[in-house]
């Protein structure tokens, strides 16, 4: 289960405030976990993939356009999310990973939604999904719905 959030740098302001909306990307983000889980019904989304240039845009919105020593989202190990390795790689790097956000839709950090970044996808994108935790193979999942067949907030 997941939905296409379109996610253009064209359409922010470099302080993550979305040109048409005045919405900040925190702020959206409620908006698309709320969507998801009106779409998906008992589901609630758990993950947001990116392919790392999106995943450091959500990254510089978050943080107000200000760089950071922070990097959001794990990378993919042969195209699965290993959390073990990622932390181990993370000893060697110089800045500090972003493994999840809280969930803007329950308001506290019980629910996150994880970051993970995945080079396959494009870069304009965001995917808001539900990966279940005992799904052996979590990122192959059926056909993605298109944020905009869902909402006309963007």
Not at 61 to 90: H, R
Request: hydrophobic residues 35%; proline residues 3%.
């Amino acid at each position: 289960m997941e939905i296409i959030i379109p996610f253009k740098k064209a359409d922010f302001l470099t302080n993550g405030r979305h040109i048409v909306t005045g919405k900040l990307v925190i702020e959206l983000q409620k908006d698309w976990e709320t969507d998801f889980h009106t779409k998906f019904n008992p589901y609630y989304a758990n993950t947001i993939e990116a392919h790392p240039i999106a995943m450091h845009r959500l990254n510089l919105f978050y943080e107000g356009g200000v760089k950071t020593n922070f990097s959001f989202g794990m990378d993919l190990i042969d195209g699965d999310i290993d959390l073990e390795t990622n932390l181990a790689i993370e000893n060697y790097s110089e800045s500090q990973t972003v493994y999840a956000i809280g969930s803007q839709l329950h308001d506290d950090e019980d629910n996150p939604l994880f970051l993970v970044k995945n080079e396959n996808l494009k870069e304009n994108i965001l995917l808001l999904r539900y990966l279940d935790d005992n799904d052996s193979d979590s990122t192959e999942c059926e056909e993605p719905v298109n944020f905009y067949q869902i909402s006309s907030r963007i």
